[in-house]
C-alpha cells in the first residue's frame, strides 16, 4: 500500500494504481475503501477489466448481484479467459447459491491459472458450502500459500475448522483475519461462535457486539449472539448469581424477538 499510496500522490489520476490499491484494499475486507478506489479507476478507464473484475467481487460481497454480474461480464467481454474475472463471477455466483454454474467458472479460471488464490478461495466456499470439509480446506491451504495475508481466505478456513472441530487452529486463523482488519464481521461473527462454544461468554458477546456494529444484519451474529446470552445466564443461575442470570435470560428472549 505504501508504494501504491506514493504513486498516487504524484499522480493522483493514475488508473492502475488505483485499481491495484482498490484490490489490496479487497484483500484485507476494507470494501467501501476498495470501491472508492476502483469506481475511481473506471470514471478514468470505463474498459479497464481488472478494475471490473475487483469491484464486480467486491459489490458481489456488499449483495449488489445485479451490479457485480454486470461488471463481470464487461470484463470477460474484454477476455474470455481472464481467470481474475471467472473467479470474481464464480465467487458472485457462489454467494447467489448457483453452486454448479459457480465450480463451472472457478474450474475455469483454475484451468488458466491453477495459483489463483481467489479461485482457490471461493472453489474451498463451495466445497464448505457442500459439507466436503476436506477439499474446502485443501483450497483455503493452496490460497493461503499464495497469500497468507488474505483476511477473507483466513476467516474462511477458520469458519472450516471450527465445524471440525479444532477450535484452536480457528482461533489461530480468525485472530491473524482481525490483525488484518479488526472490523471483519464475519471473522468476529465466528470468533464469538468459537469463543462461546469454549464458555468464553463475554468475550465472545464482544465479538457479535462488534461483528453487528460492522453489519447490523448479520444473521449468524444476530442468531449465536442470542444463544451466547441464553448459555451465559445458564452459567450464572448454576452458580447462583440469579439477578444476572435474569438478565441474561430477558436480553436473549429480545435478541430473539
Do not use: W
Request: glycine share 8%.
Amino acid at each position: 500500500l505504501e508504494d501504491l499510496n506514493a504513486a498516487l500522490e504524484i499522480n493522483p489520476r493514475f488508473a492502475f494504481a488505483l485499481a491495484s490499491r482498490g484490490t489490496v484494499k479487497r484483500m484485507t475486507g476494507a470494501y467501501d475503501d476498495a470501491l472508492r478506489d476502483l469506481n475511481a479507476a473506471l470514471d478514468l478507464k470505463p474498459r479497464d477489466a481488472l478494475a471490473l473484475a475487483v469491484r464486480g467481487f467486491v459489490r458481489g460481497v456488499k449483495g449488489d448481484y445485479v451490479g457485480a454480474l454486470e461488471d463481470l461480464d464487461v470484463a470477460l467481454e474484454i477476455n474470455p479467459t481472464y481467470a481474475l474475472a471467472l473467479a470474481s463471477r464464480g465467487e458472485v455466483r457462489r454467494m447467489r447459491g448457483e453452486y454448479d454454474a459457480s465450480l463451472a467458472d472457478l474450474n475455469a479460471s483454475l484451468a488458466t491459472n491453477p495459483k489463483n488464490p481467489l479461485a482457490l478461495a471461493s472453489r474451498g466456499a463451495v466445497m464448505r458450502m457442500r459439507g466436503d470439509y476436506d477439499a474446502a480446506l485443501a483450497d483455503f491451504d493452496a490460497a493461503l500459500d499464495i497469500n497468507p495475508r488474505d483476511g477473507l481466505v483466513l476467516a474462511n478456513r477458520g469458519a472450516v475448522r471450527h465445524l471440525c472441530g479444532d477450535f484452536t487452529a480457528a482461533l489461530e486463523d480468525l485472530d491473524a483475519a482481525l490483525a488484518i482488519n479488526p472490523r471483519y464481521a464475519l471473522a468476529l461473527a465466528v470468533r464469538g461462535f468459537v469463543r462461546g462454544a469454549q464458555g468464553e461468554f463475554d468475550a465472545a458477546l464482544a465479538d457479535y457486539d462488534q461483528a453487528l456494529e460492522v453489519n447490523p444484519t448479520d444473521a449468524f451474529a444476530l442468531a449465536n449472539r442470542g444463544v451466547a446470552l441464553a448459555s451465559r445466564g445458564a452459567a450464572r443461575r448454576m452458580m447462583g448469581r440469579y439477578e444476572e442470570a435474569l438478565g441474561d435470560f430477558d436480553a436473549a428472549v429480545k435478541a430473539d424477538a
